[in-house]
Structures are given as C-alpha cells and as structure tokens.
T-cell receptor, first 113, second 119 residues
Framework: AQSVAQPEDQVNVAEGNPLTVKCTYS??????LFWYVQYPNRGLQFLLK??????LVKGSYGFEAEFNKSQTSFHLKKPSALVSDSALYFC???????????FGSGTRLLVRP | GAVVSQHPSWVICKSGTSVKIECRSL??????MFWYRQFPKQSLMLMAT?????????EQGVEKDKFLINHASLTLSTLTVTSAHPEDSSFYIC???????????????FGPGTRLTVT
C-alpha cells in the first residue's frame, strides 16, 4: 500500500533562513509524489510534483523538493523563508491505477519575522 | 485554467437536516471527482471517488447512505450529507481530475472547501 509520512508536526524557522519540511514515502511501484500547501480555511494549492526525471524538482513560490530514492524521501525546501510561507504543508503520493492521492499528516510551517 | 469551485463555502444547519455541497470544474471536464474530509488540524481523508455517470466508490468506513454523491455531469459533482449530526461538522474539500491531459499530466485540482457546522 502507498503511504507517506511527515515526521514533524511543526517546523519553525526565522524569515530569511532556509527551510526544510520532511516527507518519506512507501510505494510498491514508481512513486508519484506531490507537495500541497493549505492556508487557513482554504483548499489545497499545488506546489510541485515528482513523476520522473531530475531528482530536484522546482515548483511554485520558490519551493523545490529533492527526490531521494535510496532514502525514500521527498523533502520540501526553500532557500529563504518568508513570513507569508507560514501555512500547512502536505506531502502526498498518488496511486497509479486509481489516481487517488494519499496524504501525509501535514506539517505546520511557522516563519517568524 | 483548471479552476474548481465549491458552493457553499460555509454552511450551518440544524441536526437532522440534509445539506448539499456542490463541486464544479469551471474550465475543464472532470471525469473523476474526489471528496475529502478534513478535521481541524488534521490531514485530508478521502471519502469517495466519483466518476461521471456511475456510482461513487466509497472508502472503507464511510457510510454511503449518509454521504450521497452524485456526479451527474462532467463538470458537477454533489455531496449530500443526510440527517446531519454535530459529528459531521467538518471541512469538506473536493478535487477534480481532468479527462484529458492538462498542463502535461492528469492532475487533481482542488476546490476551496466547504465548512459545515451542524448545530
């Protein structure tokens, strides 16, 4: 069965510092991995995805993620955090046959001024 | 492009009544729509998958008679919470998957969510 784990409930970082939000995955076939962001009382916004190709994926709002097959990880990163990046971040894996998305538990990112 | 809307954005209803939530794909045809439920400070839990013109497929533990899903057209799916109770209060989010490749992939596009409060 497909699954993703986000080991951190919350990540705190100062504005201007680099940030990392961790995600590890478990899949039976090729991984199709996604990152979404959710602001309060809003739906999910797509940030980036890994399907195949380069291990470093660049996405929206300056975010990027590194796919690491040996460590089964897909950590979200940004070189310089903004206060406006404070939100709830979800890692997800897509089931290849049904297109269902299986979400991690979410990580709350708090960027302090 | 690829915009999904939900209506209403929030609703308050009395216990025992039914409430309908609409999910529309505004600029593409969605062969598949997904309904999720999210409790406060928790992740999204998939409730059901609906394909246009056929019965929805419910995830284990989701009562199909309580959460009625209708995917009557390629741009509209509805979720009706029947005989609502306070424990049904939650944030309901839909997503839509295009029937053709958009922007290079068969992505899911999410609606803004509907907050249901049952009193």
């Amino acid at each position: 069965a497909q699954s993703v784990a986000q080991p951190e409930d919350q990540v705190n970082v100062a504005e201007g510092n680099p940030l990392t939000v961790k995600c590890t995955y478990s899949v039976s076939g090729n991984p199709y991995l996604f990152w979404y962001v959710q602001y309060p009382n809003r739906g999910l916004q797509f940030l980036l995805k890994y399907i195949t190709g380069d291990n470093l994926v660049k996405g929206s709002y300056g975010f990027e993620a590194e796919f690491n097959k040996s460590q089964t990880s897909f950590h979200l990163k940004k070189p310089s955090a903004l206060v406006s990046d404070s939100a709830l971040y979800f890692c997800a894996v897509r089931d290849d046959s049904s297109y269902k998305l299986i979400f991690g538990s979410g990580t709350r990112l708090l960027v302090r001024p | 492009g690829a915009v999904v809307s939900q209506h209403p954005s929030w609703v308050i209803c009395k216990s025992g009544t039914s409430v309908k939530i609409e999910c529309r794909s505004l600029d593409f045809q969605a062969t598949t729509m997904f309904w999720y439920r999210q409790f406060p400070k928790q992740s999204l839990m998939l409730m059901a998958t609906s394909n246009e013109g056929s019965k929805a497929t419910y995830e284990q533990g989701v009562e199909k008679d309580k959460f009625l899903i209708n995917h009557a057209s390629l741009t509209l799916s509805t979720l009706t919470v029947t005989s609502a109770h306070p424990e049904d209060s939650s944030f309901y989010i839909c997503s839509a998957r295009a029937g053709v490749v958009l922007a290079g992939s068969y992505e899911q596009y999410f609606g803004p969510g509907t907050r249901l409060t049952v009193t």
